[in-house]
């Protein structure tokens, strides 16, 4: 069993950064895939950035260019560093661990990302 600890986030003004983080820990399997998750709501969960141990990256068309995910294999930790954040980033982000990005296993706790002046 793998858990997630995710620390980061908080408030920030429109064309801030924040940097984001998950710590997995338990059975970690070699073959994975880390990340993150979003849900706005009214709005469908998406794929925000995600890396495989081999850092194969996928990001959603609306972060591309501002958001760059990064993993630190021995430590088992990735890292979503985001930038010229705008208001409709404004959302809890949700860290995952898994096999493939598309079918996450486990959750982090969420964290809440917050653009507003």
């Known amino acids: 069993q793998v858990q997630l600890v995710e620390s980061g986030g908080g408030l920030v003004q429109p064309g801030g950064s924040l940097r984001l983080s998950c710590a997995a820990s338990g059975t970690i399997f070699r073959i994975n895939a880390m990340g993150w998750y979003r849900q706005a709501p009214g709005k469908q969960r998406e794929l925000v950035a995600g890396?495989?141990?081999?850092?194969?990256?996928n990001y959603a068309d609306s972060v591309k260019g501002r958001f760059t995910i990064s993993r630190d294999n021995a430590r088992n930790t990735v890292y979503l560093q985001m930038n010229s954040l705008k208001p409709e980033d404004t959302t809890v982000y949700y860290c995952f661990y898994g096999v493939t990005f598309n079918h996450p296993a486990t959750w982090g706790q969420g964290t809440q990302v917050t653009v507003s002046s």
């Open positions: 890396i495989t141990r081999d850092s194969y990256t």
